[in-house]
């Protein structure tokens, strides 16, 4: 029986799509996704590519289970013991520091043995508004959802980020299971005020994917919060470290190939980027409980944007070598 539920709604534009390719590779691999229905549903997410000269951004997601990260207590702990004591966060930007880059590799064997998915969305820059009109659609069909000094460039960050938590909300959860998600700090969750509007687009926009009339609460809050859980600042490195790596891979990885499915493979030596070479081996090579998925939206030669999902199908490298990239895709 395949984990991920489709999206039904043609009308959602590029959602429709990605569930479409998502649900093909969930068809084709039933043990891709993991389900994340066994207690409250925890989202963990990071972004990359926020700057004007990357060429794609990533949005990557932790989903799993309060239980699952109750689990992956003591191993957390044990790595905090023995690579990272005083408390510094693994981070991608900040892995040329030879004590965060001594820890990565145990971090991400310590980060595979959580029971979840990493899902990654990478869109092309080139893409418009997720919604067409642009800001003025956006404050007209939300009135709520935007204050009026809110940038267009916010606007439309807070569009995708609401999408993609209901996509994947709509996909994963059950109507009555309650979930959690926490953002690294950013700017869609800045004030109080903010998260109150991004909780009722997120909210509108699960409505249409689903249709639930009476949803389990989600809450929203940051890594920064006093309240956010022990596990926070840890669980959001993952998604740091494997957004941080698609979009140095973005333009080695296959975007759409004209078929259903298909199977490429990267040559170990195009990936010049370390840190993206040591990221990519682990979701090659790892094949415990942390599953992970890439969605892709990119801009086709006849200009139009083309969905597919896509996961590492490698088989075990070396130690120290980059293991080839197989994507499945649909």
């Given at each position: 029986?395949?984990?991920?539920?489709?999206?039904?709604?043609?009308?959602?534009?590029?959602?429709?799509?990605?569930?479409?390719?998502?649900?093909?590779?969930?068809?084709?691999?039933?043990?891709l996704l993991e389900p994340a229905t066994d207690g409250m549903m925890i989202i963990v997410s990071d972004y990359s590519g926020q700057h004007k000269l990357a060429s794609h951004e990533a949005y990557s997601f932790l989903v799993t289970t309060d239980r699952a990260l109750d689990e992956w207590q003591f191993i957390r702990l044990e790595f905090r013991k023995r690579w990272l004591p005083d408390g510094?966060?693994?981070?991608?930007?900040?892995?040329s520091e030879p004590t965060r880059w001594r820890a990565l590799v145990p971090f991400l064997n310590a980060a595979n043995a959580i029971r979840g998915n990493m899902i990654t969305f990478l869109i092309d820059r080139r893409i418009g508004s997720f919604m067409e009109g642009g800001a003025d659609a956006l404050r007209e069909g939300f009135p709520d959802c935007f204050s009026p000094e809110t940038r267009p460039s916010t606007m439309e960050k807070m569009l995708r980020l609401s999408s993609f938590v209901a996509m994947l909300t709509a996909g994963l959860r059950e109507e009555d299971q309650r979930s959690l998600w926490i953002s690294d700090h950013d700017e869609t969750l800045a004030s109080f005020d903010r998260r109150e509007q991004f909780g009722r687009l997120c909210s509108y926009l699960t409505f249409g994917l689903t249709g639930w009339r009476n949803p389990a609460d989600m809450e929203f809050g940051t890594t920064e919060s006093p309240y956010a859980p022990p596990w926070a600042e840890d669980a959001a490195s993952i998604p740091d470290l494997v957004a941080g790596a698609y979009c140095q891979l973005s333009r080695l990885l296959p975007a759409h190939c004209g078929t259903e499915t298909w199977t490429r493979t990267?040559?170990?030596?195009?990936?010049?980027?370390?840190?993206?070479?040591?990221?990519?081996?682990?979701?090659?090579?790892?094949?415990?409980?942390?599953?992970?998925?890439?969605?892709?939206?990119?801009?086709?030669?006849?200009?139009?944007?083309?969905?597919?999902a896509q996961f590492f199908a490698g088989t075990r490298a070396p130690p120290r070598a980059a293991a080839p990239y197989t994507a499945d895709c649909g």
């Open positions: 029986m395949p984990t991920w539920k489709r999206i039904r709604d043609e009308g959602a534009g590029f959602l429709y799509s990605l569930s479409e390719s998502l649900a093909i590779v969930d068809w084709r691999h039933p043990t510094r966060r693994i981070s991608f930007k900040q892995l990267v040559p170990s030596t195009a990936m010049k980027d370390r840190r993206a070479r040591a990221v990519s081996n682990w979701m090659a090579t790892a094949h415990d409980r942390l599953h992970h998925v890439l969605l892709r939206l990119e801009l086709g030669d006849e200009g139009e944007p083309r969905a597919s």
